[in-house]
């Protein structure tokens, strides 16, 4: 029985085996950067010292921190989040234009005082929420505009995946890595329109194809191993 020797720069980082440096969803929903931002129809920033209250709303994963930070990239300006328990029991900040994540979660009367405080400074407020909070705005003497992210769609999840992919790859060899159509609809579907299930989903994908490829003794990163694995297909 012949027993399988792994090249032991594969078991430490398999994704070498598909001419990758590192799994390309290894972060789940990113913060986009630049270069890999998919752009769904609200890339520019909102104006600063507008008095004015933008609310991005949309279910879990659906892409609101995603939002907020490329924003916040644009303008500066603070950004809080809110996370549950005690830790959403702190006063909300306001300055020209301040990023308030998970927003639904702050308490009520911090709420509204930062609301006011936001109207009579003329600040913008731009909040991640999963409750309508325009009610509140306007009542607080604010202006507001209403986001409402869609789920994910298939073709765009296909081209954010591109883009990871094509960010992680070793510039001097062939990427072993391809995506198919039916691939990226099966993760959509399981998913349910949301980006960070979409990433995780995918993120098991690809460790799942480094794996095949190293028991199967490939490592594009390696010519020798390639010219090895070129005359055994021959």
């Given at each position: 029985?012949?027993?399988?020797?792994?090249?032991?720069?594969?078991?430490l980082?398999?994704?070498?085996?598909?001419g990758?440096?590192?799994?390309?969803?290894?972060?789940g929903?990113?913060?986009?950067?630049?270069?890999?931002w998919?752009?769904?129809?609200w890339s520019?920033?909102?104006?600063?010292a507008?008095?004015r209250?933008v609310?991005v709303?949309g279910?879990r994963?659906f892409?609101?921190?995603?939002?907020?930070?490329?924003?916040?990239?644009q303008t500066?300006?603070?950004y809080?989040?809110?996370?549950?328990?005690?830790?959403?029991?702190k006063?909300?900040?306001?300055?020209?234009?301040a990023?308030w994540?998970e927003?639904?979660?702050i308490?009520?009367?911090l709420?509204?005082?930062?609301l006011?405080?936001a109207a009579r400074?003329?600040a913008?407020?731009?909040?991640g929420?999963h409750?309508?909070?325009?009610r509140?705005?306007?009542?607080?003497g604010?202006?507001v505009?209403?986001?409402?992210l869609?789920?994910?769609e298939a073709?765009?999840?296909?081209?954010?995946?591109e883009?990871?992919?094509?960010?992680?790859r070793?510039?001097?060899?062939p990427?072993g890595v391809?995506?198919?159509?039916a691939?990226?609809h099966?993760?959509?579907?399981?998913a349910q329109?949301?980006?960070?299930a979409?990433a995780?989903?995918l993120?098991?994908w690809a460790?799942?194809i480094?794996?095949?490829?190293v028991m199967?003794?490939r490592?594009?990163?390696?010519p020798i191993?390639?010219?090895?694995l070129?005359l055994?297909?021959h």
């Open positions: 029985m012949t027993s399988l020797r792994l090249n032991p720069k594969l078991a980082n398999p994704y070498l085996a598909l990758l440096q590192a799994n390309p969803f290894a972060l929903e990113p913060v986009m950067a630049p270069r890999l998919i752009d769904r129809g520019q920033a909102p104006v600063p507008a008095q209250l609310q709303m279910d994963g892409g609101k921190t995603a939002h907020l930070r490329h924003w916040q990239a500066g300006g603070i809080a989040y809110y996370p549950p328990g005690w830790g959403r029991f006063v909300p900040p306001v300055q020209n234009i990023y994540d927003a639904d979660r308490p009520a009367p709420l509204l005082a930062a006011g405080r400074t003329r913008t407020l731009v909040v929420t409750t309508d909070l325009s509140l705005a306007k009542f607080s604010l202006a505009q209403t986001i409402r869609p789920p994910l073709a765009m999840l296909r081209v954010w995946a883009r990871q992919i094509q960010a992680v070793l510039p001097t060899v990427c391809e995506l198919s159509l691939t990226v099966e993760i959509t579907a399981i329109g949301s980006w960070r979409a995780d989903e993120h098991i460790a799942a480094a794996h095949q490829a199967e003794g490592d594009r990163s390696d191993s390639q010219a090895d070129s055994r297909r």
